[in-house]
């Protein structure tokens, strides 16, 4: 019963980590354009070319959301690259950090 346990306690983190780096990156990235278009008004012109406007708080919000995703991308890379030259990313500080295996 307890192998059970540990296999399964196993595929929670391997299913939080698919999550964050496999499905959850393309969501944040869908919320951010959804955040851009927030409280956005369409005007159009004398032409009739539609123009949208959108708020600072909604470019805001996507902008951050945006950097969340920089940031997820180089860890990842960070991680792959640390492996190939025989080391190992260390989360024992505040910033994830290179070190000897």
Do not use: H
């Amino acid at each position: 019963m307890n192998t059970i346990t540990q296999a399964l306690s196993g595929g929670w983190n391997v299913l939080y980590t698919s999550l964050a780096f496999g499905a959850g990156l393309p969501i944040i990235y869908a919320l951010a354009m959804r955040a851009r278009m927030t409280g956005a008004t369409v005007v159009v012109d004398a032409k009739g070319k539609e123009q949208i406007r959108t708020t600072l708080l909604g470019n805001t919000v996507a902008a951050l959301l945006i950097v969340v995703i920089v940031a997820g991308v180089t860890l990842g890379i960070a991680l792959i690259a640390a492996s190939g030259f025989g080391k190992v990313v260390s989360f024992d500080s505040a910033f994830p950090t290179i070190v000897d295996k």
